[in-house]
C-alpha cells in the first residue's frame, strides 16, 4: 500500500436518539470529495459534531457510508481484508482507552493479534520511548494510572506500534492541556517526518492545525465549506461560514469544547 | 410409587385460597392496588397447573414416545422464547441460538444421566423425564437469560474499548474475549451459589415433594444431589453455547459493531 486516498462522494447517516428517544437517522456526512496524498499531514477542522469522526470511522471501516466510494491508491476500500486494512489504517481514538495489563501489555496489543515476535516488538518499543518522552520503568506501569497526557501518548504509541501507513488522530490535543497539547503536535510532525508516515488529524481548534498540518478541510454540518492548502485554507478562506469558524465565532453547530 | 400422602380435594384447594385472600387484604389495607394482580396471579397459577396436571396423566397414560418428545420440544421452545423476551435488541438469529443453547445443555445432561446414573432402560419414560428435564430446562433458561442480559449491557457499555481493538486489528472474537467471559462467569455465579447454601437456606422443592409423597427422605436427598448436579451441568452448557454464539449476533460480516443490535 502506498498512502494515496480518495473520498468520492461520500453520504453517511447515523442513527441517533431524539428528544423522546427514539431511534433517527441523521445525515452526518454529506457529498464529502478529498484526497489525501502520500506524506500529507491532513487536517480535518470543524466543531463538534460536524462529521469529523465518522470520516475516520469510515477509514478504518468501523462503519461503511451509505453512498460513496473510498480509494485507497485507486482501488475500493471494501476490496482490501478488513483485518490488513485496518492495522495499515491506524485510528487512534479520542478518549485512550487502556487494556488489561502493563503499558507493555497495551503497546503489544496489536503486534500480538498479527502473531508478530514479541522480543522484536519489544526492542522497537524501546527504541520509541524516548521520543514519546517515556523512561523504561515506563512498561511495567499500569496504563489506568497514567495521566491523560501519558495516556495520550501511549494511545499513539500502540498504533504506530502496527507499523501502519496512514496515523489518524481523533481530537489527541483535546483535553490537554496547553503544554501536553503542544508535546503531542510535536510528536504528530515528528511521526510524519521521520518515519514518514501520512497523518490525518482531526481537531476543532484550528491553531493546533495550522501548527503541523499542511493540508486541511472545514467541516460544517456535514459538509466540506473550505479545503485546500494550510495557506489557502487559512489565509484566504472564501466562505464566510469558514471564516467564523477560523476566527473562533462559537455560533456554529456546538461550537468547541 | 407410594400413595401414602393426603390427597388433596376441591374442599381443601378452596380453603389454602384463603391464605391468598390474607396477601389480598394486606394489599388493599396498604394501598398498593396489587389486589387486582394476585387475584389474576392465583388464577392463573390454580389454572395452568391444572391443565398440565391432566395434560401430565395424558401422556403417563399413554406412555408414547412422540408424545414425550412433543412435550419436550414445547417446554425447550418456550424457555428459549422466554428467555430472551426482555431483550430488546434481537437478530435473526437469536431465537434459535438460545433454543438450541438450551436443548443442546438440557439433553446432553439428560442423556447422561439416564444412561450412566439411574440407568433407564426406556428413556420416554416420562415419571422420570418430564419432571427432571422440566427442572433443567427452568435453570438453563434463567442462565441463558442473565447470559443475554449481561453480554449485551457489556458489550453496549465497552463500546468504545472494544473498536479501538477492532482498529487495532482484533478480530471481534479477540475484542469481546473480557466481555464474553464477564458475562458467562456473571450468569454461573447464581447457580453456584445455589449449590452453596442448598439444604441450609433453601430446601428444594423436589426433595420436599418426594419426602411428602412418602420416600425415604435418605433416598430423596440422593435424588437432590444428583438432580444438583445435572441443573449446574446443564446451564453451564447452555450459557456457553449461548456466549460463543451470541457475541458474533453483533458483529457484521465486515467485522463492524451492529448499531442495530446496541
Given at each position: 500500500?502506498?498512502q494515496?486516498?480518495?473520498f ?8 441517533m436518539k ?6 433517527v437517522?441523521k ?8 484526497t489525501?496524498?502520500?506524506?500529507d499531514?491532513?487536517?480535518?477542522m470543524?466543531p ?10 469510515l477509514l ?9 466510494n473510498?480509494?485507497?491508491d485507486?482501488k475500493?476500500i ?22 488489561e495489563?502493563s ?12 502473531g ?8 522497537q518499543v524501546m ?8 523512561k ?5 506501569r499500569?496504563?489506568d494510572?497514567?495521566?491523560v497526557?501519558?495516556?495520550h501518548?501511549?494511545?499513539i ?6 507499523d501502519?501507513d496512514?496515523i ?11 503544554g501536553?497539547?503542544?508535546n503531542i503536535?510535536?510528536?504528530v510532525?515528528?511521526?510524519?517526518q521521520?518515519?514518514?508516515k501520512?497523518?490525518?488529524l ?7 492545525a ?9 467541516l460544517i454540518d456535514g459538509?466540506?465549506v ?13 466562505a464566510?461560514?469558514?471564516r467564523?469558524f477560523?476566527?473562533?465565532k ?8 | 410409587m ?8 376441591n374442599?381443601?384447594?378452596l380453603?389454602a ?5 390474607i ?8 394501598k398498593?392496588?396489587?389486589e ?6 392465583a388464577?392463573?397459577?390454580f389454572?395452568?397447573?391444572m ?8 401422556i403417563f ?6 408424545w ?9 421452545c ?5 428467555a ?7 437478530g ?7 433454543t438450541?443453547a438450551?436443548?443442546?445443555?438440557t439433553i446432553s445432561v ?9 440407568k433407564?432402560?426406556?428413556w ?15 435453570n ?9 442480559n ?19 486489528g ?6 469481546v474475549?473480557?466481555?464474553v467471559?464477564e458475562?458467562?462467569?456473571?450468569a454461573m455465579i ?7 447454601v ?16 412418602g420416600?425415604?427422605p435418605?433416598d ?6 444428583v438432580?444438583?448436579?445435572m441443573?449446574?451441568a446443564?446451564?453451564?452448557i447452555?450459557?456457553?453455547?449461548s456466549?460463543?454464539l451470541a ?10 459493531l ?5
Amino acid at each position: 500500500m502506498k498512502q494515496k486516498i480518495d473520498f468520492q462522494n461520500i453520504k453517511h447517516k447515523k442513527t441517533m436518539k431524539n428528544s423522546d428517544g427514539e431511534d433517527v437517522k441523521k445525515t452526518v456526512l454529506d457529498e464529502i470529495s478529498f484526497t489525501i496524498d502520500e506524506g500529507d499531514v491532513f487536517a480535518v477542522m470543524g466543531p463538534s459534531g460536524s462529521g469529523k469522526t465518522s470520516l475516520l470511522r469510515l477509514l478504518n471501516r468501523l462503519e461503511d457510508p451509505m453512498h460513496g466510494n473510498i480509494l485507497i491508491d485507486g482501488k475500493n476500500i471494501l476490496q482490501y481484508p478488513v483485518v490488513e486494512l485496518r492495522r495499515k489504517v491506524g485510528l487512534v481514538f479520542q478518549i485512550p482507552y487502556m487494556f488489561e495489563g502493563s503499558v507493555l501489555d497495551n503497546l503489544l496489543y496489536g503486534p500480538n493479534l498479527a502473531g508478530e515476535k514479541p522480543e522484536d516488538k519489544k526492542k522497537q518499543v524501546m527504541e520509541l520511548l524516548p521520543w514519546f518522552g517515556f523512561k523504561e520503568d515506563m512498561l511495567g506501569r499500569d496504563p489506568d494510572r497514567l495521566s491523560v497526557g501519558e495516556k495520550h501518548r501511549v494511545n499513539i504509541l500502540r498504533t504506530l506500534m502496527n507499523d501502519p501507513d496512514v496515523i489518524m488522530l481523533d481530537e489527541p490535543t483535546s483535553s490537554l492541556d496547553p503544554g501536553s497539547a503542544r508535546n503531542i503536535l510535536e510528536l504528530v510532525k515528528d511521526i510524519n517526518q521521520k518515519k514518514n508516515k501520512t497523518i490525518v488529524l482531526v481537531t476543532h481548534i484550528p491553531e493546533h492545525a495550522r501548527m503541523v498540518s499542511n493540508k486541511a478541510l472545514i467541516l460544517i454540518d456535514g459538509k466540506i465549506v473550505e479545503k485546500g492548502t494550510v495557506e489557502e485554507v487559512f489565509d484566504n478562506p472564501g466562505a464566510s461560514i469558514a471564516r467564523n469558524f477560523l476566527e473562533g465565532k462559537t455560533d456554529i453547530g456546538n461550537g468547541q469544547e | 410409587m407410594d400413595h401414602s400422602y393426603i390427597k388433596i380435594d376441591n374442599t381443601s384447594l378452596l380453603t389454602a385460597f384463603a391464605l391468598m385472600a390474607i396477601a389480598m387484604l394486606i394489599s388493599y389495607i396498604e394501598k398498593t392496588k396489587l389486589e387486582k394482580d394476585f387475584f389474576v396471579g392465583a388464577l392463573r397459577c390454580f389454572v395452568q397447573l391444572m391443565i398440565v396436571g391432566y395434560i401430565l396423566k395424558a401422556i403417563f397414560d399413554a406412555n408414547k414416545w412422540y408424545w414425550v418428545a412433543l412435550t419436550l420440544v414445547i417446554m425447550i421452545c418456550v424457555a428459549g422464547f422466554e428467555a430472551i423476551r426482555r431483550e430488546k435488541k434481537k437478530g435473526r438469529y437469536t431465537f434459535p441460538i438460545f433454543t438450541a443453547a438450551i436443548a443442546a445443555g438440557t439433553i446432553s445432561v439428560m442423556t447422561i444421566t439416564m444412561v450412566f446414573v439411574l440407568k433407564i432402560e426406556s428413556w420416554y419414560n416420562p415419571q422420570y423425564i418430564i419432571p427432571m428435564m422440566g427442572m433443567l430446562i427452568g435453570n438453563a433458561m434463567n442462565g441463558a437469560s442473565l447470559l443475554i442480559n449481561r453480554l449485551h449491557s457489556e458489550i453496549k457499555s465497552n463500546r468504545d474499548k472494544i473498536e479501538t481493538k477492532l482498529s487495532l486489528g482484533a478480530t471481534p472474537k479477540m475484542a469481546v474475549g473480557d466481555h464474553v467471559r464477564e458475562s458467562i462467569r456473571a450468569a454461573m455465579i447464581p447457580a453456584i451459589n445455589y449449590l452453596m447454601v442448598i439444604g441450609l437456606v433453601t430446601l428444594p422443592g423436589m426433595m420436599t415433594g418426594q419426602i411428602i409423597a412418602g420416600a425415604d427422605p435418605a433416598d430423596s436427598v440422593r435424588y437432590q444431589v444428583v438432580i444438583m448436579y445435572m441443573i449446574t451441568a446443564s446451564t453451564s452448557i447452555t450459557i456457553f453455547i449461548s456466549a460463543i454464539l451470541a457475541y458474533k449476533g453483533f458483529f457484521n460480516k465486515n467485522l463492524q459493531l451492529r448499531d442495530e443490535m446496541l
